[in-house]
């Protein structure tokens, strides 16, 4: 095998990846092959393989890609410092709208394709993960407002109808929900029960459920 230089092997690897995005841009990401790869890039089998070892390791590369297009980490913690709690969820929850329309047909899809693999596959999901570095938007939320919420609580700021550790769990939940419900809206034309879902109409209603079972003022 010929020597290349890093710079022609990275940019090889981004052509991979971004054509494995627009791979799973038209397909579900379980249902993704090597194949699909290979016929997207123009490369041969063997070509491929000198730049990654499995369809896995793309993946990899490619959602920590995303993570790195799909950033809103500084503007997460730009709004929680100084403001209060109400008005800090609501910002909380426009910011999640404001991406979430944004990206509806592209990150957004890849996402809830990517939960669904987990479901169905957990050891290949996460196998996956496993090669990815730092945390992911929501995983940074989570871990920056836990321990605020728990502090709240115990100092009397705020009085939760239970246990703040379960409502961060139906926060998790509730996320997932609006996302898949906007996703097969949108990119299946159906949603459960037929309803019209609009990600902000629906986030703004969880920052209000979230605020009022944290016994905030809604």
Do not use: W
Not at 64 to 86: C, H, Q, V
Not at 119 to 133: F, H, S, Y
Request: net charge negative.
């Amino acid at each position: 095998m010929p020597k290349v230089s890093e710079e022609y092997f990275e940019k090889k690897k981004r052509f991979i990846v971004e054509s494995t995005y627009n791979v799973c841009l038209r397909k579900p990401v379980e249902m993704v092959t090597m194949t699909d790869v290979i016929e997207e890039t123009g490369l041969s089998q063997g070509g491929i393989y000198r730049f990654y070892k499995d369809l896995d390791e793309i993946l990899a590369d490619m959602i920590s890609k995303m993570r790195t297009d799909y950033n809103i980490i500084d503007r997460l913690d730009e709004i929680i410092d100084g403001a209060s709690f109400e008005e800090t969820t609501y910002k909380i929850c426009d910011i999640l709208a404001d991406v979430m329309e944004e990206h509806l047909m592209d990150i957004q899809k890849i996402n809830f394709d990517l939960t669904v693999l987990a479901i169905n596959e957990p050891l290949r999901a996460q196998k996956i993960t496993g090669e990815i570095k730092g945390r992911g938007n929501f995983e940074h939320l989570a871990t920056i407002t836990l321990p605020r919420l728990i502090s709240a609580s115990k100092n009397g700021e705020l009085k939760p109808n239970g246990d703040p550790e379960d409502i961060m769990r139906f926060i998790s939940a509730s996320y997932v929900g609006i996302e898949a419900n906007c996703i097969l809206s949108a990119c299946y034309g159906k949603a459960p029960m037929n309803t019209k879902c609009e990600p902000r109409q629906m986030f703004r209603t969880l920052a209000t459920t979230i605020i009022l079972l944290m016994g905030g003022n809604a």
